[in-house]
C-alpha cells in the first residue's frame, strides 16, 4: 500500500546576527543623519552650497579686525599690466577650501589704493581674494575706473600669479567716491558680476535701471562732496525694484570715512559679498530682517528677503 506523506513546511531562512546587526546600524545612520538636518539650521543648505567658505558666522565675527583666514599679499607693478594702474592682491593662504571668490576695489577721485588699503586684508581673511587698484591717473573719472576694475578683474582671473584660487564666475566690484561711481558703471557694463558696493559714490549720472547686480549703496550722512540726497540715495532709488539691493546711510560720517577701517562698512560689505558672491545664506540674518538706527547707522534701507 503506497503511503502519501505530507510535504513538510518550508521555513525561509533566518538572516545571520552580523546581517541583522548591520541593517540595525545602517538605519540608526539614516535615522540619525535625518534628525541631524532637521535640528540644526542650514545643515542642509551647507551640503548643497560648495562655495561657502570659513565658520558659521556670528555678529562678532563679522565686525572682527581679521577672520579665520590667515593672509598673504603680493604687489602687483603698473609696468605688467594694462588698463589699470597697478595694485595689491590679498589673498587666503591656504588652499585647503578650494577656490575664493574675488573682488577688486578703486580708489576715488586723486587717492591711491592706500586709501582703502584696510579693506584688502579685512575682506580676505574672511575667504575672498581681494585686489586693490591704483587708478592710470589720480584724476580719472567713475566711466574710466568701471573699465579699470573690469581690467583688474580680467588680469586677476587670467595673468595674476593666484589665478588658481580665483573662482572667475563669482565676482564684485567695490570703490570710493569716484570708485564707488565706478563701481557702478562696471556693473552695468558687465551683468555677471555678483555684487557692487559704492562706498559714498559720486557720478554725474544718478539713475542706474540696467544694473542686475546686487548692490549695497553706502552713503554717510555729514557728507558735503557726494551729498546723499544728490547721490547714494538717487542711486539706490533707480535700481530695479526686483533686483536685491540695500541702502545704508552712516550715522556721524563724512565723504573720507570709507578711507580708515570702519566696523559698520566692514560688517555690512562682509555680510553682503558673502550673500551674493558665495550665496551663502548663512549672512542673510545679518542683512535681513532690516537693520535699525543705531549709533552708528543713520538709515537702512532694502528688501527683504533676498532671492539669489
Not at 47 to 75: D, H, L, M, V, W
Not at 132 to 144: E, F, G, K, R
Not at 219 to 225: N, R
Not at 277 to 302: V, W
Request: net charge positive; aromatic share 8%.
Amino acid at each position: 500500500m503506497q503511503q502519501h506523506r505530507l510535504p513538510s513546511r518550508q521555513h525561509p531562512p533566518r538572516p545571520s546576527r552580523s546581517r541583522t546587526l548591520t541593517g540595525l546600524l545602517t538605519a540608526a545612520a539614516a535615522t540619525a543623519g535625518l534628525l541631524l538636518t532637521a535640528l540644526v539650521p542650514g545643515a542642509q543648505a551647507a551640503a548643497a552650497n560648495p562655495y561657502e567658505r570659513g565658520p558659521a558666522p556670528t555678529n562678532a565675527s563679522i565686525e572682527a579686525s581679521r577672520g579665520s583666514y590667515a593672509t598673504s599679499q603680493t604687489s602687483v607693478s603698473s609696468l605688467v599690466v594694462s588698463g589699470f594702474g597697478g595694485g595689491t592682491i590679498y589673498y587666503p593662504t591656504s588652499t585647503a577650501d578650494g577656490t575664493f571668490g574675488a573682488v577688486v576695489i578703486s580708489p576715488g577721485f586723486t587717492a591711491y589704493q592706500s586709501s582703502i588699503a584696510w579693506l584688502g586684508p579685512r575682506l580676505a581673511s574672511q575667504g575672498f581674494v581681494v585686489f586693490t587698484i591704483d587708478t592710470n591717473t589720480t584724476l580719472d573719472q567713475p566711466d574710466s575706473r568701471g573699465r579699470q576694475l573690469l581690467s583688474a578683474l580680467d588680469y586677476l582671473t587670467q595673468r595674476s600669479s593666484v589665478r588658481t584660487r580665483v573662482d572667475a564666475t563669482r565676482l564684485g566690484v567695490m570703490g570710493h567716491s569716484m570708485g564707488g561711481g565706478g563701481s557702478l558703471e562696471a556693473a552695468k557694463s558687465r551683468t555677471s558680476l555678483k555684487a557692487a558696493i559704492p562706498l559714498t559714490g559720486w557720478n554725474t549720472d544718478k539713475t542706474w535701471p540696467e544694473l542686475r547686480t546686487p548692490t549695497l549703496v553706502v552713503g554717510a550722512d555729514g557728507d558735503t562732496v557726494a551729498p546723499v540726497a544728490t547721490h547714494s540715495e538717487p542711486f539706490y532709488q533707480s535700481l530695479p525694484g526686483s533686483l536685491d539691493k540695500a541702502y545704508l546711510e552712516l550715522r556721524g560720517a563724512s565723504h573720507f570715512t570709507p578711507n580708515s577701517s570702519n566696523t559698520t562698512i566692514a560688517k555690512y560689505s562682509i555680510s553682503w559679498l558673502k550673500r551674493f558672491i558665495d550665496n551663502d545664506t548663512r549672512y542673510e540674518q545679518f542683512l535681513c530682517p532690516i537693520p535699525q538706527p543705531s549709533l552708528t547707522i543713520a538709515e537702512y534701507r532694502g528688501n527683504c528677503p533676498h532671492s539669489s
